[in-house]
């Protein structure tokens, strides 16, 4: 499965992922956790998170899931930032979702993992994401 769709008249693709309107916060950088300072200054991502398997061709170095961030746009589907691998959802409530897993580098020729943390705000319906980030 690719999240996409083909019809029989091999028009466009469209996307099958829509997503959940949301702002993520990455509350790592290079494996490190930030500190409240660092947090507070961090750059907020609004866009439609998905959680899916992953592709033959998309495995994040043996990865069987992923989560990744669309764009908030509907005429452009990439992607805000490196997806996280392998979510594990640490906690979730009215305030949002914590997600950990790792993303992946290349280093020297080999893929590292690094590991990474999601806080994932939900976003309203009326704000699809589409609003600027801070």
């Given at each position: 499965?690719?999240?996409s769709?083909?019809?029989m008249n091999c028009s466009a693709p469209t996307?099958?992922?829509v997503g959940l309107p949301v702002s993520v916060v990455r509350l790592r950088v290079d494996g490190r956790r930030l500190t409240a300072d660092e947090y507070r200054a961090a750059e907020r991502h609004r866009g439609r998170l998905i959680l899916r398997p992953t592709d033959k061709w998309q495995t994040g170095g043996g990865a069987s899931h992923i989560a990744e961030l669309a764009k908030p746009s509907t005429t452009d589907h990439g992607y805000l930032g490196a997806p996280l691998f392998n979510p594990v959802v640490e906690r979730i409530?009215?305030?949002g979702i914590v997600l950990s897993g790792y993303?992946?580098?290349l280093v020297g020729g080999a893929v590292?993992?690094?590991e990474q943390v999601w806080l994932v705000?939900?976003?309203s319906a009326a704000d699809d994401g589409a609003g600027p980030a801070r």
């Open positions: 499965m690719n999240g769709s083909v019809s996307p099958l992922w409530d009215h305030r993303e992946t580098r590292q993992h690094v705000n939900f976003a």
